[in-house]
């Protein structure tokens, strides 16, 4: 019953059988193009749709230009006890950071803390994807990554060095649901500008500014202006300090050698990221750690508000409603969308998403 | 040559042996005194003059109101290779976190990356004080602690739960001097609040809120409002999930158990803090590094720049200046604050500042 406001909805075992399909066509292994099929719906069925299925043309573009490496070998080619370091051999993002995920993991049982750091990577989806893992092992996740696409310059600059960098923490709680902060260092995502452009509507002043300082409202300009970032000087710190941690320490680009993902399908990205599982029990007893947790997630949630306010949420809700709804109900494909995934079909000669 | 408008300089030597009489008279040992001193001093030295010598009066009138411990047994409770987890025993802060600094250094040298956590800590001075110590062994330092006072509701509400938590992660590089980045979540710090208030100015809009949502840019006014987060929501998130990290996951105060160190002299805080040290050596040749982190710097620093801005800063510019001043030419001391000195050393019957 799809029509442009109502969009179909598609259960998540579609969208991962024909993810796994469409990787499969341009030679990833049967077994490594079914976990990006579970990890890219994941992302669809957290929310976050701009770094779901709706990604799947631009990696198959890139897989197809030669930029991206199909049959990677994954490793890790530093550790100590609290660290490692991941080569992901430039194979798509998902498996890398899987790898990664798993490792920190099973290295946190033991060191408590365990920081894995990884290069030669690619786009992997959004930051919570891989910060939530760590949950059911009750451990915290944190994820730092440099962005695929440089739209930030230093602060009272113009070059666009800095990409917006993300960082994400998924903290576990009792009888509540975890914390999960999932967020860009600017303002508002490239993402969320491009789907502006996409509707036809105007950007709110702060999100992004034209090279002589103006504000910049109409996102059809985008390219001749530069994203903000949140809190000024600081996000511009906060940009920085993430990139360096997840890119420069790793050996992945950052500054002038990151590559622009949505204008070149030839070029590696070596991108960079890091995740941190800290094991909870390490400092004190789990039960105890959950008790305080729903306790302050109380606290905010029954503060007082301002007027006007209906309720305070806490990070994380959103997507904990968008799971609840698209386990339900299946996940919610626009009509653009669609159409580009059977467009994909066709040229891949697979069978088409429904 | 003291007037109003010319604050005296003193030299550091002079403020870290007062701070040591003044600790020792109220019973702080002479070695620990004299740390104490140290560490006060530096914070002045680097231009962090709200969490220097100015925090003197109030230090010692805790001390004397019972609410901290003059001879802690700061000690390491729980350990695995990639973590620790300190007790401080509600002794100042700078010793608390001197010892816990020094530990993270030293897993390090083997774990590559460690994580220290602390409890039962005071207020330690300025984020980058600690996070800077481990440069001088080739190491990344990131330190995150709750703030010893709650300014900031949840989103959207006004409960003050929340603390302007800070962040200080600071980065080698090679000819370069180390980025530095030392920051609250909120806009503005409520140092710089209070510090405008004694100055009689006006605040800018979007440091604080009253408590109907409207601006609130009187400083006396302070109490009636509330400090705005970075980014809004994103600040939020990111002031909740730093103090979960330094103050929920070690046992550490957060949310409504914050006791407000301003207005009471005798509870103890059980300040929480976080300090990671991250061994540059187990990433890649620390030469390369340093490579990587001049080049980059260089570049941000050369970008073209928006009209009137006359330079890009990196972070940490600001402190680097301050030091390479104060070494020369000695500390300035408005003349309240020497007032405020001379005070304490009647009271405490030691010799003055000068």
Redesign the interface.
Known sequence: MADTTTPLRVPAQKLEAFIARAMGAVGVPPGDARIIGELMTRADVQGSEGHGIFRLPQYIRRIKGGAVNVKPDIRVV??????A?VDGDNGMGHLVMRFATERAIE??K??????V?VRWSNHAGPASLYATVPLAHDM?GLYLAVGNANHL???????M?LSTNP?A?A?PAGEEPP?I?D?ATT?AAYGKVKTKAQRGEMMPEGWMMD???RPLTDPKRANEGFLLP??G???Y??A??FG??AG????AA???DVVDFNADDATPTNTGHVI?A???E???PVAE?KK??D??IR???N???????E?????GEGSHAARADRTRNGIPLPAPLLSALNQLAAELKIAPLS
């Open positions: 530093r550790e100590a006890a609290g660290m370091l290295k946190a033991d060191a408590g803390v365990a920081w750091g915290i310059p230093p602060w009272g600059g113009l070059d060095l960082i923490v903290v914390i902060l967020m303002v090279r002589q300082g949140i809190g000087y600081k996000g710190g906060l920085l300090i360096l941690l420069t320490l790793n050996g950052m500054g002038r941190v800290i094991n909870i390490a400092f004190q750690f305080s947790m306790a302050l606290d905010l949630r503060s007082q508000r301002l007027p006007g306010v309720r305070i949420r806490l990070p």
